[in-house]
């Protein structure tokens, strides 16, 4: 019997070992698509206590505690942040098997050296020992990321963002690269026509622009893609319940654009059609500039209305939506492919009956001219875990190169999450080494070990456009 959490866990071979720890464990981590705060790294900022870096906006954590019996005021109300961290460590133990329990205790040894498990008997003590060492400059935001030898973070911004705390940054001289990624969301949400107007008169204050057509609000964005692009950003984002693709005309989406500006209901066809019509354009200035395209697909948000109206989005109660998604991805992407006009692109499913679908549609365009130009992304946000990060591996061994994966990332709001790439390293050299163990891969581990280091480090590194 292992014993729990120790230097070989998810390792159950010596030719996993040996992948993980001589090939693996010491590759750099780049993190292109994040939810970190880029306030909060250029202040360099020290947090307060353990609850305020490790339960403060975490929402994995928020619905096990429910989940538990646990009263709101004690998750996202008043209660002190000790009483809050009690609840959540009169919670871990009953988080067995969930993916919580081996990321609380990872991140505890990984970041404060702690090995104790997390109960109610050692709450106190482990509250204490990291509020501490949370005070110290060694565990500034800016060291706490170096700790985890991270290269590079792709943060997670709206076009109207300034970008001001980016430029801080840089102008820090600090080893770690932070770049801003192009989220434009808010910029096709023709769902909420009042909403839509509301942003887009912080976007003319922002682009200096006057926005009475069609054109002249697509002249707004590309001014922010343009001045994104001057900010060294490389990588756009798009998080959508599916991909649009509706047929338009121009004369339609200007007809359309009317009625958003003179705020008129549309339609549901005429919803999809901005949105197709949106989703197409960013995309041609993201293959004009040579960025790399994320579409995130298939979450269905902010199920419970009565939560959302008293706590808002982002807080717990969003889920797995069962979108078609076959269709209108085809037709997205053959649309871009057809002209030419296709940038690198990463598409990640939330449904897990998407896997083949989502390896198979992206083997349609790759194109011969870039290695993996086409990626079936990592597993994602409910999926980021043991069952759902080897699912979409042998998904994509099985019908496209996992040689060529740009390996994991951490989709996270959380400082305290860089071992999610650790843990994503461990069981790729499990699955890895199982094979060789079962005489389905040659016993040749230094091929082997090169491939682990291209998945979780070279492939990113050679397949954006970082400086």
């Not at 900022?45 to 505690?65: S, V």
Request: hydrophobic share 35%.
């Amino acid at each position: 019997m292992k014993p729990f959490l120790n230097q070989d866990f998810l390792l159950q071979s010596s030719t996993a070992e040996h992948l993980y720890h001589d090939f693996a464990a010491k590759m750099p981590i780049i993190d292109y698509h994040c939810h970190l705060d880029p306030m909060q790294i250029a202040g360099d900022i020290n947090f307060a206590n353990l609850t305020d870096i490790w339960l403060k906006g975490d929402h994995y954590k928020w619905r096990a505690m429910r989940a538990n019996g646990v009263d709101e005021q004690y998750i996202t109300g008043t209660k002190t942040d000790f009483e809050k961290f009690e609840k959540w460590a009169a919670t871990v133990p009953y988080t067995l098997r969930n993916p919580l329990y081996h990321w609380t205790h990872l991140e505890l040894q990984r970041y404060f050296d702690v090995h104790h498990i997390l109960s109610p008997k050692t709450a106190q003590a482990i509250y204490d020992d990291c509020t501490a060492k949370l005070q110290t400059p060694k565990y500034s935001v800016k060291n706490i990321i170096t700790k985890m030898n991270v290269e590079v973070i792709c943060t997670t911004d709206d076009p109207i963002d300034n970008l001001e705390y980016h430029q801080k940054i840089k102008q820090s001289n600090w080893n770690v690269k932070v770049y801003p990624a192009f989220r434009p969301d808010k910029a096709m949400n023709a769902d909420d026509v009042a909403g839509l107007n509301q942003y887009m008169a912080k976007l003319e204050a922002v682009s200096d622009t006057n926005i009475s057509s069609y054109s002249d609000y697509l002249a707004a964005l590309k001014k922010r893609h343009d001045y994104f692009a001057d900010n060294g950003c490389t990588v756009s984002d798009h998080g959508l319940e599916q991909i649009y693709a509706e047929d338009y005309t121009a004369d339609e989406i200007s007809k359309i654009f009317e009625k958003i500006r003179s705020s008129k209901t549309l339609a549901a066809v005429e919803v999809l059609k901005f949105k197709s019509a949106m989703l197409h354009e960013f995309a041609l200035w993201d293959h004009e500039k040579n960025w790399v395209q994320q579409y995130h697909l298939g979450a269905i948000r902010n199920n419970n209305a009565r939560a959302h109206r008293e706590i808002g989005p982002d807080t717990g109660y969003d889920s797995i939506g069962d979108f078609t998604q076959a269709q209108a991805l085809s037709r997205f992407l053959n649309k871009l492919d057809g002209t030419n006009q296709l940038a690198k692109t990463i598409l990640y499913n939330l449904n897990p009956a998407d896997n083949e679908l989502f390896a198979t549609m992206a083997g349609n365009y790759n194109d011969g001219k870039v290695a993996g130009k086409m990626q079936f992304g990592s597993a994602w946000w409910f999926l980021d875990q043991k069952d759902g990060m080897t699912k979409q591996i042998n998904s994509l061994s099985s019908m496209g190169l996992l040689s060529k994966l740009v390996g994991m990332l951490t989709d996270s709001r959380s400082f305290l999450s860089y071992p999610r790439h650790e843990y994503f390293r461990r069981l790729l050299c499990n699955l890895l080494a199982e094979d060789i163990e079962n005489g389905e891969l040659p016993n040749d581990v230094e091929w082997t070990g090169k491939i682990v280091q291209d998945i979780c480090y070279y492939n990113a590194k050679n397949y954006f456009s970082f400086k």
